[in-house]
């Protein structure tokens, strides 16, 4: 009789796992890092500066000077941007701007991405114990 019983459809060894939950943090990280800042001109910084200064109702806090930059997340398409006002304390200035349609791609890259490393391990998995007799 044969000791070996077959494999359900859906189930990975405990290294594929691991390299799957691994992948998955650096997509995450990918994804959701505020990276490719844009910085602007001085020009550009003080109309920003008294746009800011001006959308401020409250005066308990004295003005000071920011540096701004447009930040984005998403890899590879961006899906957030949103405009960052950064200080000694960093703040944030305005809403998100998303974009659905690169969120919706980003997850599905990701997934796809994570399905063809499990199947690749999997295969190596498989290929060295056919090996092995």
């Known amino acids: ?6 494999r359900r459809r859906f189930q990975i060894h405990l290294s594929t796992a691991l390299v799957l939950m ?4 650096g997509l995450l990280f990918l994804n959701m890092n505020r990276f ?13 500066n008294y746009s800011y200064r001006h959308s401020q109702t409250t005066s308990a806090v004295p003005f000071q000077s920011h540096i701004f930059v447009r ?8 899906f957030q941007v949103q405009m960052v006002a950064e200080t000694q304390l960093e703040g944030i200035w305005g809403e998100p701007r ?3 349609w690169n969120l919706t791609a980003d997850m599905g890259i990701a997934l796809g991405m994570l399905g063809a490393i499990a199947w690749f391990c999997e295969w190596l998995i498989a290929r060295r114990l056919k090996l092995a007799g």
Do not use: I, S
């Open 1 to 6: 009789m044969d000791d070996k019983l077959p």
């Open 36 to 48: 490719g800042n844009e910085n602007f001109t001085e020009q550009q910084q003080e109309m920003l």
């Open 71 to 78: 930040a984005v997340r998403g890899w590879p398409l961006v």
């Open 98 to 100: 998303w974009n659905y």
């Open 22 to 25: 691994f992948a998955a943090a």
